[in-house]
């Protein structure tokens, strides 16, 4: 799994679609680039199991870009790729633009070339040297097969993470960078179907806290409830540990206790969100485990109702008089987080 901070501190210096590339890389730059690729693996998560997939997905790299690069590392058919990691050295190909698949087999910085981040590559039957900033992680494979893509025509992509298989090699979860690292999370079987994106908007997935359950049935993931792109803001969703059903598609957050209720009092739980909807179930004011039952808040009012389960009757409460009751660890897998 990449660290997060690292990531953070290299995003700075691998400049995206449509912004201006620099003139120079000082010597920390250069030493980041080298460092994001060679970290930045195809698979991790990966557990062994008694049944392997028989082709597993591999992240590869995507051409998006040669905005702003030195004319000596690009024509106007795409980018120059040389047999050394110097522009001195021989041409050998051009990579055109969208190119895909690319694998990088190394990085390397040059004393005499210090306004390109030199990455080794395989595009086909093409191996050598060229510059790696506009070559993004847009792509996920199966074997020769491109079964899932961040890019879109005229905006680049954004950065795929990662790649978890379930311990049971049956699903895999892909994890793409987004804005200001409250990332997306999805879900694809072994054989390349069923795509689904299991995060939404105030629904993120916080920087990179997630986990299969030993089961493989269930992903766990700390949700970020930000979404500065929203306007207007939409009611967010309780808690921070999101427990993921792969059966049912269903989201729920455990160890949700009562607040702000007097010792002796109750709080009802509503048919349909409303104080002027009917009672269907009442927690005591030292009422806990009550689970959230995914989505968005309903707003009713200045109220936000939030659907909820306490024992066996399913209902919709105030948000206001409910608080997580346990603190949220996503690195270890555990139930009834919130």
């Given at each position: 799994m990449?660290?997060?901070?690292?990531?953070?501190?290299?995003?700075?210096?691998?400049v995206?679609?449509?912004?201006?590339l620099?003139?120079?890389?000082?010597?920390?730059?250069?030493?980041?680039?080298?460092?994001?690729?060679?970290?930045?693996?195809?698979?991790?998560?990966a557990?062994?199991?008694?049944?392997?997939?028989?082709?597993?997905?591999?992240?590869?790299?995507?051409?998006?870009?040669?905005?702003?690069?030195?004319?000596?590392?690009?024509?106007?058919?795409?980018?120059?790729?040389?047999?050394?990691?110097?522009?001195?050295?021989?041409?050998?190909?051009?990579?055109?633009?969208?190119?895909?698949?690319?694998?990088?087999?190394?990085?390397?910085?040059?004393?005499?070339?210090?306004?390109?981040?030199?990455?080794?590559?395989?595009?086909?039957?093409?191996?050598?040297?060229?510059?790696?900033?506009?070559?993004?992680?847009?792509?996920?494979?199966?074997?020769?097969?491109?079964?899932?893509?961040?890019?879109?025509?005229?905006?680049?992509?954004?950065e795929?993470?990662?790649?978890a298989?379930?311990?049971?090699?049956?699903?895999?979860?892909i994890?793409?960078?987004?804005?200001?690292?409250?990332?997306?999370?999805?879900?694809?079987?072994?054989?390349?179907?069923?795509?689904?994106?299991?995060?939404?908007?105030?629904?993120?997935?916080?920087?990179?806290?997630?986990?299969?359950?030993?089961?493989?049935?269930?992903?766990?993931?700390?949700r970020?409830?930000?979404?500065?792109?929203?306007?207007?803001?939409?009611?967010?969703?309780?808690?921070?540990?999101?427990?993921?059903?792969?059966?049912?598609?269903?989201?729920?957050?455990?160890?949700?206790?009562?607040?702000?209720?007097?010792?002796?009092?109750?709080?009802?739980?509503?048919?349909?969100?409303?104080?002027?909807?009917?009672?269907?179930?009442?927690?005591?004011?030292?009422?806990?485990?009550?689970?959230?039952?995914?989505?968005?808040?309903?707003?009713?009012?200045?109220?936000?109702?939030?659907?909820?389960?306490?024992?066996?009757?399913?209902?919709?409460?105030?948000?206001?008089?409910?608080?997580?009751?346990?603190?949220?660890?996503?690195?270890?897998?555990?139930?009834?987080?919130?």
């Amino acid at each position: 799994m990449l660290i997060t901070a690292l990531r953070s501190t290299i995003l700075v210096v691998l400049v995206c679609l449509g912004v201006m590339l620099p003139a120079r890389l000082d010597a920390a730059s250069r030493t980041n680039v080298t460092t994001y690729y060679a970290r930045h693996t195809d698979v991790s998560g990966a557990q062994a199991a008694a049944t392997q997939p028989p082709v597993r997905a591999t992240i590869r790299y995507r051409l998006v870009s040669w905005e702003g690069l030195p004319t000596s590392a690009r024509t106007r058919d795409g980018l120059l790729v040389f047999a050394q990691p110097s522009l001195r050295s021989h041409h050998i190909g051009t990579l055109p633009l969208n190119a895909t698949p690319i694998r990088i087999v190394d990085a390397g910085a040059s004393v005499q070339d210090p306004q390109v981040a030199w990455v080794r590559i395989q595009y086909g039957n093409l191996v050598g040297w060229t510059d790696g900033r506009p070559i993004r992680p847009c792509d996920v494979y199966l074997g020769a097969t491109l079964a899932f893509t961040t890019f879109e025509e005229g905006r680049g992509c954004a950065e795929i993470v990662e790649i978890a298989y379930a311990p049971t090699n049956k699903h895999f979860l892909i994890v793409v960078h987004g804005f200001e690292a409250e990332n997306d999370l999805y879900l694809m079987r072994a054989d390349g179907q069923g795509l689904r994106k299991i995060t939404d908007r105030a629904d993120y997935l916080s920087l990179n806290n997630y986990a299969w359950a030993a089961d493989g049935h269930s992903v766990l993931y700390k949700r970020s409830t930000e979404d500065p792109t929203a306007d207007p803001l939409p009611p967010a969703p309780p808690g921070r540990g999101v427990r993921y059903e792969l059966h049912s598609a269903e989201k729920t957050t455990g160890g949700f206790r009562v607040t702000n209720v007097g010792r002796g009092n109750v709080l009802h739980i509503r048919a349909r969100p409303g104080a002027q909807s009917s009672i269907v179930g009442r927690i005591p004011s030292t009422g806990t485990n009550v689970t959230y039952l995914g989505g968005p808040g309903v707003q009713v009012g200045a109220a936000v109702w939030w659907r909820i389960r306490y024992g066996s009757v399913t209902g919709y409460v105030h948000s206001a008089f409910l608080r997580c009751g346990v603190a949220v660890d996503v690195v270890r897998w555990r139930e009834g987080l919130c």
